[in-house]
């Protein structure tokens, strides 16, 4: 008999289990390049114990072409990598496997530079990790904060969940490119606490109606907001 295929959890690293890094010099945010630089955002490592109690593997999917841009070397990328597992873990959280794309079509690293079918939006990462955990897709949820997260969700047929500030900046695009995460939520904490309501089974299947009171969940939540119904325009509206 073959095994059971289970649910997972693909989450995206920067800017949904740590914070982005602000360089005042140039105005811009980016990855962080250093361990220094690797904050968690709060709440995410209790976000993964949640998840980890739901029994999903929750396994990290992140484009990180720094290296390929020369912008930190390989052994950077491994400390930032130890210092987001040994937090995750100090907070009672735990990942289960981190994979990452170090490609990037324009690399200054030849050896990076390809057009491959890892790098997000192409699903390449999901269906590695798929096949490695034993994983069903249809089942599992991509969470992350961009457009190309919600497209790998989207190729990889997982349930696709955006993290997003209460103003959609990206809604408008994702409505333009007909790419409709299933939901949108404000935080992973929110994204882990909407899991536990549609994998407990506290969503409505027809309407994935979910009593608020139910998702506050506990500890310190501000008061946020999240959708447990899919995504439609006049609920984007609402939140523009
Ligand atoms: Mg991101
Ligand atoms: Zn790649």
């Known amino acids: 008999m073959p095994a059971q295929l289970k649910p997972a959890a693909f989450l995206d690293r920067d800017g949904v289990i740590n914070s982005y890094v602000y360089n005042p010099e140039f105005g811009t945010v980016d990855s962080p390049s250093h361990p220094d630089q690797f904050e968690l955002k709060p709440g995410a490592?209790?976000?993964?114990?949640?998840?980890?109690?739901?029994?999903?593997?929750?396994?990290?999917?992140?484009?990180?072409?720094?290296?390929?841009?020369?912008?930190?070397?390989?052994?950077?990328?491994?400390?930032?990598?130890?210092?987001?597992?040994?937090?995750?873990?100090?907070?009672?959280g735990k990942l289960d496997a981190v994979y990452y794309c170090l490609h990037h079509p324009q690399a200054a690293v030849a050896e990076y530079r390809r057009q491959c079918y890892c790098r997000k939006p192409q699903p390449g990462l999901l269906f590695e990790a798929a096949r490695d955990f034993g994983i069903d897709l249809g089942r599992s949820y991509m969470i992350g904060d961009a457009i190309t997260d919600i497209a790998a969700g989207n190729r990889a047929a997982t349930r696709t969940i955006l993290v997003s500030g209460r103003k959609c900046y990206l809604c408008e695009e994702l409505e333009r490119r007909q790419l409709r995460p299933d939901f949108v939520v404000e935080s992973l904490v929110r994204a882990a606490e909407l899991v536990r309501a549609l994998e407990q089974g506290d969503c409505v299947d027809n309407g994935l109606a979910c009593a608020p009171e139910e998702l506050a969940g506990d500890g310190p939540l501000a008061a946020g907001f999240y959708s447990c119904l899919p995504y439609v325009k006049s609920e984007l509206a609402e939140m523009l």
């Open 45 to 92: 490592a209790k976000a993964i114990a949640m998840l980890n109690r739901l029994g999903l593997p929750v396994i990290v999917v992140s484009n990180q072409p720094g290296v390929a841009k020369r912008k930190f070397s390989v052994e950077l990328l491994q400390s930032m990598t130890e210092k987001m597992h040994a937090e995750i873990e100090a907070g009672g």
